[in-house]
């Protein structure tokens, strides 16, 4: 149980463009959802929170306008980076928990390249 | 400012060995802690928690220890096996908030 898928596992996009990266919790309702980032040797850090039917809150420093953040139903949430730099080049993780449980269960993650 | 650290940012063990992965951190209204597993390029697993009302947990070859007076948790894996080789996060959460915090990692690499 518990599992979490994220599409696509990795995507190589030009510079630009917009890209959006699906999450979905497959056998569990997940009432809120997280947005990560994750930079080489790093650790993860924080986006924004979703919650199903409302708007995203998101980390100081992070860009609402340029990281949008859609959860539109208790099984999906998704981010479309818009106009795409070189420096948004990441991996990108979801996170997804329902109302019940502490633990958070996550994605496999997004490889996403800006060339 | 990071509340949550760790401080090693890899250990290296011999198989059977333990393993003690450590986590400090500062926010003293923390009141739930989680190990997660991480491989390269893959999302992190989920392995182990422990309520700030307890100081032990203990799953299979995972038990993991909570000192509130020290702000310090430590995840014990015994005895370690060549596939527990991965990135192992701590993470702390706030009572009555959603966000967690991460620690930095620490690369554990059990030697056969």
């Known amino acids: 149980g518990a599992v979490v898928s994220q599409h696509p596992s990795w995507v190589i996009c030009k510079s630009g463009t917009s890209v959006k990266i699906e999450c979905r919790s497959l056998d569990f309702q997940a009432t809120t959802m997280f947005w990560y980032r994750q930079f080489p040797k790093k650790s993860l850090m924080l986006m924004a929170t979703?919650?199903?039917?409302?708007?995203?809150?998101?980390e100081q420093g992070v860009e609402k306008d340029k990281f949008l953040i859609n959860h539109a139903s208790l099984t999906l949430s998704t981010l479309t980076v818009t106009s795409a730099h070189p420096e948004d080049s990441s991996f990108y993780i979801c996170?997804?928990?329902?109302?019940?449980?502490?633990?958070?269960?996550f994605g496999p993650g997004t490889r996403l390249t800006v060339t | 400012d990071q509340q949550v650290k760790q401080n090693s940012p890899s250990l290296s063990v011999q198989e059977g060995r333990i393993s003690i992965l450590n986590c400090d951190y500062t926010?003293?209204?923390?009141?739930?802690f989680l190990w997660y597993k991480k491989y390269p390029a893959e999302g992190p697993t989920f392995l182990i928690s422990i309520s700030s009302i307890k100081d032990k947990n203990e799953d299979g070859r995972f038990t993991v220890f909570l000192n509130k007076s020290a702000k310090h948790l430590s995840l014990h894996i015994v005895p370690s096996q060549p596939g527990d080789s991965a990135v192992y996060f701590c993470a702390a959460k706030e009572y009555n908030f959603n966000k967690f915090y991460f620690g930095s990692g620490t690369k554990l690499n059990v030697k056969p």
């Open positions: 996170s997804a928990r329902d109302g019940s449980q502490y633990e958070q269960y």
């Open positions: 979703s919650n199903e039917g409302s708007k995203a809150t998101y």
């Open positions: 926010n003293s209204m923390f009141d739930y």
